[in-house]
């Protein structure tokens, strides 16, 4: 099968690829473009290891054929911090050991940053139904959850 | 082993200080097992039973053999049976019988054959090209139905000795312990109550897929990274399976995205590798989510009977179980651990217990967090909390009354040394949640567990560096964030801060061997080790401040990160500090490390108390859980937020498995739910915040009295919320998950 030439922007970087039409944004971004911080947890959509931010919305990069990134702004965990400072959200998942084995904290953290945008102020429910499509196994979400409603706070005294 | 080094009062543990691998995993830094990659690297795949127990009359790989894309297809001929270690046996036999399916495809699932190609798309494409000629046989899934005469045999001869005459040939292993005399026992009691007990098979559900990369060469030399609980297991398995000398495989532990037991042995690596040796080329092998559910470990599925006697005062007069346990196509459920932790907690007189291990055509199961135990405390808590509820009776003060403490034998036979039950019973007894009212509709549920712990064996190096930094190499792969407690630890020993410490989990090629990340093991075994080397390196630093000042050793001690004067003749000089005598050690006897290479037998055993609020709606049958609290005996807390972390988790796999989680077969022996979709693990939204109550009993076994804290979260929570749903409900729940369709049942039958 003939492949298909992409060019998009990742984490402001232009880049291209050639991907054949049944690999997925997340085969491209991890095999093409050696982006290996989204993670394929399930390849069905459902535990959100691949989360990116694509024209700012989040969406599974494992249900995104690589050819529709075509001229699209794709943000991933590597595009994040600013330089070597981390964003809020890493500095508290550190602080909090809102991690244990770290697999999920990649799409977890593209998530909340992409609810923070959204909503600044999120109740303890907003935040869990809004990563109710991030699975972890380890923490049981509660170091989590606190960890993004705190940078939330911290967030808005800052601005 | 003798603790002189023994600690109660600590300047760095304790403290919660952020995990050196921090940067890595929140950047997309971190490489699990699916993130390297090598040179001229080729894809693998894996061809995969539709059949739960089918005769492989034939398979014909020359089709895939020819693809333009392919560089290798192997079956079970290319692995170890005769041509290269002939005699291979026991679990290393059952292992390669897992990996690659010989004359018999046992469960759904099981693999066939494997292909490595230039591409993962092109392996899998390839996979197509594969004819596989099956006969099926019959097959049987369900635990009682594998015992009964008419159940078709998984294999003949897998029993060992310990079954008794006139077993199926599926029951493969039998234990029975216990003490006193139940009957007389049972005589004694006011109230006798005798039920029955189901839970199904669920999974680890760790979020990251098994992955490895493998390069082996003809001269039997090779290289393998893989995602793994345990590296040198695998070296050890992966050169029995290929027969190959186990120190010329080199193994690298990535970063592992979550255990939990399932990544303690291995499935895809010698397939890697045996693909690898016919290329000639390193060969990335990456399991499906798919792959997971149906070919690597779930825990294994129970079918258990209980019978508790009480007195009027709480007093259990005897106490009897027996735990079927059925574990997929090959000897190794659990049925021992099941009986012998189920009354683990209680000191009782008269206690029988009885554990069967049962093949079935499902995946052979894997360890899961204290495996075997969640079931058989579900069972016995169950009919202890029926007890509480006719004698009317507080079931924190029936446990405490019952519960056993230092000196009491144990259900399975030896005497406790010290432990701390009583205090998680007390703490839970005193907790704002327990005395918290409940709104109509919800219940409240308690349950204790119990695990053994374990200490297993252990290297562990440190070495300093002429800056007065130091390296530290453990062989215990960091599931999540010991490599804090370690550098922890060491810091308390040498007295340097903690973030001059970089710990590295070495290979298989600079490190002596290292048993599994399993059993709790880490902080105990490796922390220990780490606490030896770091004592040992300690030595050698006061033998050159002593060599310096020309005063014998002993009077010479070290004290916060010095070597000072000790003793009324040592003389008057100033501390060295750790980096001045490292600064020189080059020129007075090199360099200075420290090792341990040992087998700690003291790892302690561990108790916890669990208080649930559940709430149940009657019009769905849908189970929330509104209030959770953990309390457990951590021995000494060394990071006490990671130790929070592991209660938190544990009782969120325990939520999973009680009221959602597990494997659907279908009449045809096929796994109906092998995706996330299907298998619902615990998403944010389903949980409440867990709390956590850490009570330090400290562990006479380990220098700064740690127990292992990794697993016995998971014990209490399936009786714990089966207790809570139960009173919500108002009719006692026997079979797990207590999913919606089944507590529907429930009320409906209840009327």
């Not at chain 2, 270690?85 to 026991?90: A, N, S």
């Not at chain 2, 069967?356 to 204290?370: E, G, I, L, S, T």
């Not at chain 2, 189970?623 to 005996?633: E, F, G, H, L, P």
Request: include cysteine.
């Amino acid at each position: 099968m003939s492949k298909f030439h992409v060019s998009t922007t990742v984490n402001g970087d232009s880049v291209e690829y050639l991907c054949d039409p049944r690999e997925t944004l997340l085969d491209c971004l991890r095999d093409k473009l050696n982006l290996t911080g989204a993670k394929e947890g399930c390849g069905t959509g459902d535990c959100g290891a691949c989360s990116v931010s694509v024209d700012g919305r989040l969406v599974c990069s494992c249900l995104m054929l690589g050819v529709e990134a075509d001229g699209k702004q794709i943000e991933t965990v590597e595009g994040i911090a600013d330089g070597d400072v981390l964003h809020p959200l890493q500095q508290k998942f550190i602080e909090h050991a809102a991690l244990q084995c770290g697999i999920c904290t990649p799409g977890i953290l593209v998530a909340a940053k992409s609810l923070l945008e959204k909503n600044p102020n999120p109740t303890e429910e907003e935040t869990r139904y809004w990563l109710a499509g991030n699975l972890c196994r380890c923490t049981g979400y509660d170091k989590i959850i606190r960890a993004v409603m705190e940078t939330a706070e911290e967030l808005r005294e800052a601005s | 082993m003798a603790l002189d080094d023994r600690k109660s009062e600590f300047t760095f543990v304790g403290t919660r200080p952020n995990r050196p691998d921090g940067l890595d995993k929140v950047t997309g830094r971190a490489k699990f097992g699916a993130d390297m990659s090598a040179p001229g690297m080729l894809h693998g795949a894996i061809l995969r039973s539709p059949h739960a127990h089918a005769r492989i009359v034939k398979i014909d790989t020359s089709k895939a053999e020819a693809h333009k894309d392919v560089k290798a297809v192997v079956t079970r001929a290319d692995f170890a049976d005769v041509p290269f270690k002939p005699g291979l046996e026991g679990e290393f036999w059952n292992v390669l019988e897992n990996v690659m399916a010989g004359e018999k495809a046992l469960y759904d699932g099981h693999a066939v054959a494997a292909v490595a190609a230039t591409s993962a798309l092109a392996a899998r494409d390839a996979l197509k090209l594969i004819e596989v000629e099956y006969e099926v046989l019959p097959h049987v899934t369900d635990v009682d139905k594998a015992m009964a005469s008419d159940a078709p045999v998984i294999r003949e001869g897998a029993a060992d000795y310990s079954v008794p005459e006139g077993m199926h040939p599926n029951v493969v292993r039998y234990h029975e312990s216990g003490h006193g005399d139940v009957e007389a026992g049972f005589a004694e009691a006011d109230l006798v109550i005798e039920d029955s007990f189901v839970t199904e098979a669920t999974h680890q559900g760790y979020i990251e897929p098994h992955a490895c990369l493998g390069m082996l060469g003809n001269d039997g030399k090779g290289e393998l990274w893989c995602t793994t609980q345990g590296h040198w297991i695998a070296q050890k398995t992966c050169a029995a399976l290929l027969g190959i000398e186990t120190s010329q495989l080199r193994v690298t532990a990535s970063e592992i995205g979550g255990g939990f037991g399932g990544k303690t042995t291995v499935f895809i690596e010698p397939v890697a590798l045996a693909l690898s040796r016919k290329a000639n080329r390193p060969v990335k092998l990456v399991m499906t989510r798919s792959e997971v559910f149906r070919a690597t470990g779930p825990t294994s599925s129970a079918s258990m009977d209980i019978k508790i006697g009480m007195k009027k005062d709480g007093t259990i007069s005897a106490a009897q179980g027996v735990f079927r346990l059925q574990g997929g196509a090959f000897p190794g459920a659990p049925g021992d651990m099941t009986a012998m932790c189920a009354f683990a907690p209680y000191n009782l007189t008269n206690v029988k217990q009885v554990g069967y291990d049962v093949m079935a055509n499902r995946p052979k199961q894997a360890a899961y967090r204290a495996p075997g135990a969640p079931m058989g405390a579900f069972a016995v808590e169950s009919v202890i909390d029926e007890l509480c509820k006719k004698l009317d009776l507080d079931p924190v003060d029936v446990r405490l009354k019952n519960a056993a403490y230092e000196g009491t034998k144990a259900s399975y036979g030896p005497r406790y040394e010290r432990i701390g039950l009583v205090e998680t019973l007390e703490a839970a007894k005193a907790h704002p949640h327990y005395s918290a009212p409940l709104k109509p509709g919800q219940g409240r549920g308690i349950s204790c567990g119990f695990w053994f712990n374990h200490g297993g064996e252990t290297s562990v190096s440190l070495s300093l560096s002429e800056d007065g930094s130091a390296q530290l190499m453990v062989g215990t792969p960091d599931i999540g964030g010991s490599r804090a407690s370690m550098a922890l630890m060491a810091a308390e020993v040498l007295g340097i801060p903690y973030e001059n410490i970089r710990v590295t989990i070495a290979d298989t090629a600079t490190l002596g061997y290292n048993d599994v990340s399993h059993g709790s093991r880490v902080t105990y075994a490796s922390g220990l080790a780490t606490i030896k080397a770091a004592n040992h390196a300690v030595e050698k630093l006061c033998e050159r401040a002593a060599a310096s000042w020309g005063i014998p050793t002993d009077a010479v001690k070290w004290e916060n990160g010095c070597a000072v004067p000790s003793g009324p003749n040592a003389g008057d000089f100033d501390p060295r500090p750790l980096a001045d005598i490292t600064a020189h050690m080059g020129s007075t006897g090199g360099p200075i490390s420290g090792h341990f290479e040992a087998t700690p037998e003291g790892a302690g055993v561990s108790f916890g108390t669990h208080i649930v609020d559940a709430e149940v709606d009657p019009e769905t049958g849908k189970t929330a859980i509104t209030r959770y609290t953990v309390v457990q005996d951590a021995g000494k807390a060394i990071h006490p937020t990671y130790v929070e972390g592991q209660y938190q988790g544990g009782a969120a796999q325990g939520i999973g498995w009680a009221l959602n989680e597990e494997y659907i077969y279908g009449e045809d022996g096929r796994l109906q739910n092998s995706i996330f979709l299907d298998y619902r693990i615990p998403v944010a939204s389903d949980l409440p915040m867990i709390d956590t109550v850490i009570v330090e009993v400290p562990n006479p076994g380990h220098p700064f009295g740690v127990r292992g804290v990794g697993e016995t979260g998971i014990v209490p929570p399936l009786a714990a919320i089966a207790n809570a749903v139960s009173h919500a409900a108002g009719v006692r729940m026997r079979q797990l998950p207590m999913s919606p369709p089944r507590i529907l049942a429930a009320l409906k039958d209840n009327g």
